[in-house]
Structures are given as C-alpha cells and as structure tokens.
C-alpha cells in the first residue's frame, strides 16, 4: 500500500506510563478513604480511557463515587504526568525516520496527552494529536478518521500503530490497517489478528520501510 500516514496509540506503545497511572489512581484512593491496590492490578485497567480506568480502580463497591473520583483522579495525575513516564527504547529513533506524516490517537485526555510528548520532547513528530475527551473514545473510529483527513492519507493509505485488541477493534471500524506492538500492555494473544505483528520499534521501522517502498 502507498503509505500516507502513521497513527500511533499513546500508553503502551509510544510511552511506558503505568507507573504514573497506578500512583496517580492510589493516590484518589487514598484521599477517598478507599484502600489501596496493587500497581500491577491497576496496569490491568489501563488502556480504555481515564473513565474505565477510574471505575475499575474503585470496583463494584465503591464505583458510584465515580463523580467524586474523577476530578480527583485528574489532579492527581495531572501532578505527576512526567514523573515516571518515559518513552520506550527505540520509540525515540523510531519517530526520528523521515519522511513521515504522524498522529497520536488516545483514549487519555488530550490536553494531557500532548503535555507529555512535549515533556519527553517529541510533540514536533506529530502533526496531530487527538485524545479521548476530543473525538468518541476508541474503539470508536472517529477520532483515527479524523487523524487520517488532517494526515491528508486515505483510511486504506494509513497505518495505526498500538498495543491492544481495542486499537486493532479501531482500526477495523475505520478501515485502516493496522500494526500491533508486543512490548506494551496488550496480550499477545488477543493481537493475533492485525495485520502485522511486531516485538520491538525498529521492526516497526522496518516493516514502515517496506510499506513506502
């Protein structure tokens, strides 16, 4: 295919930010008199954007706190955004190849999102960022179509980038192809039916290599 454009997802695949989640989720707790959870049961809620995230976290007992947790949830994590959060190996390289029409499309809050990529100094590589509070949260294809016509790129000339069965469901509403990446927060299993598979960013440099040729 001709490519036109490349679209990553954000959490899992650009940045490694669970650390940041599951502080920034203990942290809402803690002021809510709920008790804690452990980092890695809340790595298992990343992915659908902050709202899940936040109803997970508080579980079937305490979930009708939500309007309460939410703005709380918001601050704290708006406190420490860059605090643990890094780019993963090679993403750096990765989005260095030119020449390259990108997005980001996230299920985090937009304004947080691009605070982020410019924190970790690479908000210039995308022409567009598009978060979950701008466009219906994926799998929903809107905000990847909307991506796609800034990119100046077809659905079928671009390709999405990320980590999860949700972004592989994103894609295929759109009708975009899509790479999955195994280094994030996905399963490998549930990645089996994207277009391609790959393990590290530099195969993902490859296999964008091959598509322009």
């Not at 990529?117 to 908000?123: A, Q, S, Y």
């Not at 210039?124 to 790129?153: H, M, N, Q, T």
Request: glycine residues 10%; contains cysteine; charged residues 25%.
């Amino acid at each position: 295919m001709p490519l036109k454009g490349v679209i990553y997802d954000l959490d899992g695949t650009l940045i490694d930010s669970r650390d940041d989640l599951a502080d920034s989720v203990n942290a809402m707790l803690a002021r809510l008199s709920i008790p804690e959870r452990e980092p890695q049961v809340i790595h298992g809620f990343i992915g659908e954007g902050a709202e899940r995230l936040i109803r997970r976290s508080l579980g079937p007992r305490h979930e009708a706190r939500y309007a309460e947790a939410a703005p709380i949830w918001r601050e704290e994590y708006g406190k420490r955004l860059l605090a643990k959060t890094r780019l993963y190996g090679g993403v750096d390289a990765l989005l260095r190849i030119p020449p390259e029409a990108r997005g980001v499309l996230t299920n985090k809050p937009g304004s947080f999102a691009r605070e982020i990529l410019r924190g970790l100094g690479v908000e210039s590589a995308f022409r567009a960022v598009v978060g979950g509070d701008e466009a219906p949260r994926k799998p929903a294809p809107d905000g990847l179509l909307r991506i796609c016509a800034g990119l100046g790129a077809r659905p079928q000339d671009a390709l999405l980038v990320g980590d999860s069965a949700v972004d592989l469901a994103t894609a295929k509403a759109a009708g975009v192809p899509v790479c999955a990446v195994t280094w994030g927060l996905g399963e490998r299993a549930a990645l089996a039916s994207a277009d391609y598979l790959c393990d590290t960013p530099m195969e993902v440099g490859e296999l964008l290599a091959r598509l322009r040729s």
